[in-house]
């Protein structure tokens, strides 16, 4: 039997969409990959856009402890009680005592979002053309900043104590209770940590990041130096007015140490030694030291 012709050859049937099969009316072509948008340029810094930024800072960070810290000294010096006879703690429980791990993870996860503002702050400065380093928090002088921050916590941490001694048997500052934690493995290491993330908030936004911008928006050192001590103060009035006064000078004088420097880290090393000894020192001296308020 002859074979068929080329011309006779039947075609394979060919389904629409198939490959190599015609494309049938009004099928789509597969869609082209969207263009990337073009990245948008940064806008220059204005006074405006500067004041707007340091409030935004502001608010998300310490200005919501010191409108609290006003409203508990408002509720302490309206009390029954003077202010020697209540008690303030900085650093408590937050769960029951037979609930250690439960405690452990909401300390943990408060230090961690605390710390959130500060790197709001680092991301800000390296958006232009500054960073990190402008305001001297890094680590290119180790040795000088650990020196000079504990030259200085020896000094503030001494001459807060007398402070808060005197205004306490004054009457004019609550019992400060600086660790009300439960007693836990962890329990050492979390007021470490604590202190360490005081430290580095406090410093690098209230003096580092606010003396920063206030000197771009044409503060007078003087007078940037008295409000961002004045905002220090004011979230530390929850102690009681002799620690008010007690943290305006102790800001002043970490002004006048950043201004002469030009670096925040030995500030931020300071403050967490003073507040190592204060929150560790009270587990072991509060109840054992009769000089100690609280004792």
Same mark, same amino acid.
């Given at each position: ?97 037979? #609930?250690? +791990? ?41 040795? #000088? ?39 836990? +493995? ?36 003087? #007078? ?31 002004? +006048? ?33 009769? +000089?100690?308020?609280?004792?």
């Amino acid at each position: 039997m002859a074979e068929p012709t080329s011309d006779e050859r039947a075609e394979p049937h060919a389904t629409p969409g198939s490959p190599g099969s015609p494309a049938s009316p009004g099928a789509s072509e597969p869609a082209a990959p969207r263009p990337r948008a073009p990245l948008p340029a940064a806008a220059a810094l204005t006074p405006r856009l500067l004041r707007g930024e340091v409030a935004m800072v502001l608010l998300l960070s310490l200005a919501a402890a010191a409108v609290s810290a006003v409203i508990s000294f408002v509720g302490s010096i309206t009390a029954p009680e003077s202010l020697a006879e209540q008690t303030a703690s900085l650093v408590g429980s937050r769960a029951e005592a037979e #609930r250690p +791990w439960l405690d452990l993870a909401r300390q943990l996860a408060a230090v961690l979002f605390a710390l959130a503002p500060v790197a709001l702050v680092v991301h800000l400065l390296h958006r232009g053309t500054e960073s990190a380093a402008t305001i001297g928090f890094d680590l290119r002088r180790p040795g #000088r900043d650990l020196l000079g921050g504990a030259v200085l916590a020896a000094l503030i941490g001494c001459g807060g104590l007398v402070v808060y001694l005197v205004s306490w048997r004054l009457g004019l500052t609550v019992t400060v209770a600086p660790s009300a934690l439960n007693e836990h +493995w962890w329990t050492l290491p979390v007021l470490v940590l604590q202190a360490v993330k005081n430290g580095v908030l406090e410093e690098v936004i209230v003096v580092g990041y606010l003396m920063l911008r206030l000197d771009q928006l044409g503060w007078p050192p003087v #007078r940037a130096a008295v409000a961002g001590s004045l905002l220090r103060a004011t979230y530390h009035l929850y102690q009681g007015v002799g620690m008010f006064f007690g943290n305006l000078v102790m800001g002043l004088v970490f002004c +006048w140490f950043y201004r002469r420097h030009g670096r925040v880290m030995p500030l931020v090393v300071a403050h967490s030694l003073i507040d190592i000894v204060a929150f560790v020192g009270s587990v072991y001296l509060i109840g054992r030291v009769d +000089w100690l308020p609280g004792a």
